[in-house]
């Protein structure tokens, strides 16, 4: 059975810095690239930005560019979400989710609340 | 960036109703298209693939199509579990982008 599971998220203060992780399991994850999409309180979904499969490449949204650093450890099946110098916008929940030509499997997501 | 314009934002609909959701494309992306289900505090489950193809254990039900650069959504006969919101995302160019989501409830 595939399973995403995130972590790491928190309370964190405007300019700080925060970094998520998401362990998979129940597949080969070195195979897939895999993204992060969040989700602000009662509105859509927002493409964060992916990693292919062994983490030589990186695509981010333009909203988070710069700010936000996506890697991977394949030893330990963990994709990882670096975010700085995070603003009020940032808030939501943020899912990690495999890429299997669209968006297969999701995390239960994390929540991360920007606010001083 | 591609937009996807989803409509209706919301939708109540009564058991064993025929319910359709559509998606406009602001250009060309071919069947790199697909459909999500999100229940209340849950995270969202992939429903259709590649414009029309069921995902692993969704019901025969669902079903999705495509004109041009609109797609849609199907739900032939209505049941309480197909509440919840409904997002199409489109994965043909990045930025991948969602629709803003249809909010369906039973009437």
């Known amino acids: 059975e595939v399973q995403l599971v995130e972590s790491g998220g928190s309370l964190v203060q405007p300019g700080g810095s925060l970094k998520l992780s998401c362990v998979a399991s129940g597949f080969t994850f070195s195979n897939y690239w895999m993204d992060w999409v969040r989700q602000t309180p009662g509105k859509s979904l927002e493409w964060i930005g992916e990693i292919n499969t062994d983490g030589s490449k990186t695509n981010y949204a333009p909203s988070i560019k710069d700010r936000f650093t996506i890697s991977r450890d394949n030893a330990k099946s963990t994709l990882y979400l670096q975010m700085s110098n995070v603003k009020s916008d940032d808030t939501a929940i943020y899912y990690c989710t495999r890429l299997g030509g669209y968006f297969d499997y999701w995390g239960q997501g994390v929540m991360v609340t920007v606010s001083s | 960036d591609i937009q996807m314009t989803q409509s209706p934002a919301s939708l109540s609909a009564s058991l064993e109703e025929i319910v359709t959701i559509t998606c406009q494309a602001s250009?060309?992306?071919?069947?790199?298209l697909s459909w999500y289900q999100q229940k209340p505090g849950k995270s969202p489950q992939l429903l259709i693939h590649s414009a029309t193809s069921l995902a692993d254990g969704v019901p025969s039900r669902f079903s999705g199509s495509r004109s041009g650069t609109q797609y849609s959504l199907k739900i032939n006969r209505l049941q309480v579990e197909d509440t919840g919101i409904y997002y199409c995302?489109?994965?043909?160019?990045?930025?991948?982008?969602f629709g803003g989501g249809t909010k369906l409830e039973l009437k």
């Open positions: 995302l489109q994965h043909y160019s990045a930025p991948w982008t």
């Open positions: 250009q060309d992306i071919g069947n790199y």
